[in-house]
């Protein structure tokens, strides 16, 4: 399907239940499109599975979300002009619902790969109608119902009621379609009946009375009709064509070398014609004589069918005999095109006339004087390419109508559209590629901001908090610092640059050992690395996970093995306050006592040691960590502390006989 109509269905999910559900659909569904293109073929099972997503979040049934998307599709189709078209169809409902197949048709110059549904006005009374709808694609006989409803109330101001009559091979969901018995494509059946207030239309086309003077009127010659209607064709009971116009016989043998008219009449209907729309249906009297709403297109075929093979397609019960029967049509077909299409002097493909199959549109209409079906019907041509492709002439045409004139005016307009139509495709296609764009600087700045602050502070910031300041009663404060790489007394520009060089690589080994949420990245301040466990996200276990920091950062720092260089840890446990500071490159930051006495701890460690604070030394010891006492300490503005070392993880096979 086109994106327009899925553009719709995003703009109105969006608008009634906003950006998060339609967020969450997306994720539910794997939709990885931003944006829909107007122009742009989607899978037809996106917009059911949409349905199902949003059914499934908002409570809402899968029925009353596909009809809430026809309902949405046109108040969506204004935006783009169509709703004119609609108006334009007719002064009351049922001159939309016979011309909705119109439509469709007209539409394909805009859309020309839309796989468009057939559907026929069969009945009509005072109360409403009668109208049967057939289709390819499963689970939209509910969205249809959405847009009957909505242009009822929307264009001709009535309270239209759709309900379902009969429905055949119709499921919900947009994953499987109905299942397949055999390889030949199901169709979707389904009668509505649609009730309104349809008094004033059967008034005024229905129940007409003729005026005397028309029932008076002398006979007239089928004849004349032939003259007049060019392609005309004529059937009797048995769907045998009985008579038909000079043009459209003249045609067929353009179309079947060596045949003659005799051929043509006296033959099927179905031997000369496959019928295109509506679909799917048995072609027989009774059935076209309950049509007579229906406007009929069928294709001229280039090769005759048997009757027989076409009423096995009909049953889909004889499968192997009408691809028995097709095979060998089509083989004999194939040869003879081989023949024709080679020049036996060049050895080269000749230019093929009329070898495109030509489309007849009309209605068919009881004559009951002589108890024959007439198909009053024209050539389907949008311009001269397509004239000259299919072997005929602009006064092969019906001298009447507009025939001719559209015929011209496609053609003068052909290449105007196509110029237009490729630079909407470039505008669409740069539009893309921006929105891309922007979509991969968003998410650049996203990771350079949850850089710099936590992911869930930067969330509560984006939603409109300011000032976010929040206190922890137990966080792991640990803090590293980098030693014998940097003379501060020189002032060679190398040496500055290798102690840059040389520190990027050391902190950048203890950024890949930052587990997140365990272990908190806070800053890094000339030699000094700082981090957290506990903050921002609230984690009981912070002393053992600063722990294991502390240790792998120790191991990975001795395998670098880089000449000279040293490192010492300090870890304090204990109660801080966390903020984001300032506006210019904002940060977030601890702020209490224990932080400072954290960096103390590290000021007054050895190389490559871990010293711990007594409460944190408690803490890990009481996981089984392993420690060693380094007895009392001196710290600048705490005067004696004992302290202690800790020298390795918990021993896995203790605790393991702990645990039996």
Request: hydrophobic share 40%; charged share 25%.
């Amino acid at each position: 399907m086109y994106g327009m109509v899925l553009e719709s269905v995003q703009h109105f999910i969006q608008e009634e239940f906003g950006e998060d559900i339609w967020r969450q659909v997306c994720q539910i569904i794997d939709c990885r499109h931003n944006t829909f293109k107007t122009h742009q073929i989607y899978p037809d099972t996106l917009m059911p599975d949409i349905a199902a997503a949003l059914s499934a979040l908002t409570g809402k049934s899968f029925d009353w979300c596909m009809s809430f998307f026809g309902n949405c599709f046109v108040r969506f189709f204004t935006n783009f002009g169509y709703d004119k078209m609609i108006r334009a169809t007719g002064r009351y409902f049922c001159d939309f619902l016979q011309s909705i197949d119109n439509i469709h048709l007209q539409m394909r110059f805009t859309y020309p790969k839309m796989k468009s549904p057939s559907m026929q006005l069969i009945e009509v009374d005072d109360d409403g109608a009668v109208m049967v709808y057939r289709s390819g694609r499963t689970g939209f006989s509910k969205y249809l119902m959405g847009q009957l409803t909505q242009v009822g109330r929307e264009f001709y101001n009535l309270n239209v009621k759709c309900s379902v009559i009969e429905s055949q091979n119709d499921i919900n969901g947009g994953i499987a379609g109905p299942i397949k018995l055999s390889h030949e494509p199901l169709t979707v059946i389904v009668k509505y009946r649609l009730d309104f207030d349809n008094r004033e239309y059967m008034a005024k086309r229905v129940n007409v009375v003729a005026h005397p003077t028309q029932q008076i009127l002398p006979k007239v010659n089928i004849d004349i009709f032939l003259d007049l209607f060019p392609f005309t064709v004529l059937l009797n009971r048995d769907m045998v064509i009985s008579s038909a116009g000079e043009k459209i016989v003249d045609t067929w043998i353009l179309h079947n070398q060596g045949k003659s008219p005799s051929q043509f009449l006296g033959s099927h209907l179905m031997d000369i014609f496959r019928c295109r729309r509506p679909k799917d249906i048995k072609i027989s009297w009774d059935q076209i004589i309950q049509m007579r709403y229906v406007l009929f297109e069928f294709e001229l075929l280039r090769t005759g069918r048997n009757q027989a093979a076409y009423d096995a397609l009909m049953d889909h019960n004889l499968e192997k005999e009408v691809n028995e029967v097709l095979t060998s049509s089509e083989e004999n077909l194939l040869n003879v095109d081989a023949k024709e299409d080679i020049d036996p002097l060049t050895g080269k493909r000749k230019i093929s006339h009329g070898n495109k199959a030509i489309l007849l549109k009309g209605q068919m209409f009881h004559l009951k004087d002589i108890d024959s079906l007439i198909y009053l019907c024209s050539p389907l041509i949008e311009n001269l390419d397509e004239l000259h492709g299919i072997g005929l002439f602009l006064n092969d045409l019906n001298p009447h109508g507009l025939s001719r004139e559209l015929v011209m005016a496609g053609w003068q307009h052909c290449s105007k559209l196509e110029i237009m139509f490729e630079k909407e495709e470039q505008r669409s296609d740069e539009l893309e590629k921006s929105l891309e764009l922007a979509d991969s600087w968003k998410r650049q700045g996203d990771e350079l901001l949850y850089s710099m602050i936590p992911r869930t502070i930067a969330e509560r910031m984006r939603n409109g908090e300011e000032a976010i300041c929040q206190s922890f009663e137990e966080v792991s404060v640990i803090f590293i610092e980098v030693m014998n790489i940097y003379a501060g007394d020189t002032n060679d520009i190398r040496d500055a640059m290798t102690a840059v060089t040389t520190l990027n690589t050391v902190f950048s080994a203890f950024d890949q050992e930052i587990i997140s949420p365990f272990v908190y990245k806070v800053e890094t301040v000339g030699m000094v690395y700082m981090a957290v466990s506990g903050a921002p996200d609230i984690n009981p276990l912070h002393a053992a996970h600063a722990g294991d920091f502390a240790l792998r950062v120790v191991k990975k720092v001795k395998a670098l093995e880089i000449p000279d260089l040293a490192i010492r840890v300090g870890i304090n446990s204990g109660p801080v306050v966390a903020g984001v500071v300032g506006l210019k490159v904002p940060r977030y930051c601890l702020f209490g006592d224990t932080v400072n006495t954290a960096s103390r701890m590290e000021s007054s460690s050895d190389p490559y040691k871990i010293q711990l604070s007594n409460y944190t030394a408690k803490k890990v010891r009481e996981a089984g960590y392993k420690i060693e006492s380094r007895g009392f300490v001196k710290v600048k503005g705490k005067g004696e502390m004992e302290t202690f070392w800790l020298l390795g993880k918990p021993d896995k096979s203790r605790n393991s006989e702990e645990k039996m």
